[in-house]
T-cell receptor
């Protein structure tokens, strides 16, 4: 089983739609979780950290479910500019590194 | 956010030559730097983790004699692809972070697109 798994998509949604991505992780002791965004041929950029209590930043909401070992990202009122690949990132407990998922590609159309 | 500068952004080299990629943290001291490789339409794959002043830790399947990593200071890490071959053509990205009280986010360089001809 991969350490971090994501549905690669693509998710094709119209502007204004709400879309959600899930990401599962295998190490139950993992402590830190992030969502990164990567545009085509660019470096990843941090979108948001994922806290145990969940967190919201504008149209973006991230949740952590430790019992089921997954994190989620919800995007409301999708914009064309949200089109990108969303990477789930996990720091396994005790490890000095970040593990990336394969990414989920989102395409928002007019 | 913090700035990580990676250079060069693009390089084309002949098969058999070596290429050095630099990764600098411009406004913070990076205790840990990571090197990733990304093939087209694939995810970022961690190649190695380097801590300042110590030897890099390579991921399984990554040849340490081919991908030489040096992290001599808290602001600079280099990756040298030795005797490059066409199959080494890829997008190489570094990231830098520091461990304070717990994990902090990683800041990425702009990436280096390597083409070996």
């Amino acid at each position: 089983r991969k350490e971090v798994e994501q549905d690669p998509g693509p998710f094709n949604v119209p502007e204004g739609a709400t879309v959600a991505f899930n990401c599962t992780y295998s190490n139950s002791a993992s402590q830190s979780f992030f969502w990164y965004r990567q545009d085509c041929r660019k470096e990843p950029k941090l979108l948001m950290s994922v806290y145990s209590s969940g967190n919201e930043d504008g149209r973006f909401t991230a949740q952590l479910n430790r019992a089921s070992q997954y994190i989620s990202l919800l995007i409301r009122d999708s914009k064309l500019s949200d089109s990108a690949t969303y990477l789930c990132v996990v720091n396994p407990s005790g490890a000095d590194k970040l593990i990336f998922g394969t990414g989920t590609r989102l395409q928002v159309f007019p | 956010g913090a700035v990580v500068s990676q250079h060069p952004s693009r390089v084309i080299c002949k098969s058999g030559t070596s290429v050095k990629i630099e990764c600098r943290s411009l406004d913070f001291q990076a205790t840990t730097m990571f090197w990733y490789r990304q093939f087209p339409k694939q995810s970022l794959m961690l190649m190695a983790t380097s801590n300042e002043g110590s030897k890099a830790t390579y991921e399984q399947g990554v040849e340490k004699d081919k991908f030489l990593i040096n992290h001599a200071s808290l602001t600079l890490s280099t990756l040298t692809v030795t005797s490059a071959h066409p199959e080494d053509s890829s997008f190489y990205i570094c990231s830098a972070s520091w461990m304070g009280q717990g994990w902090t986010e990683a800041f990425f360089g702009q990436g280096t697109r390597l083409t070996v001809v």
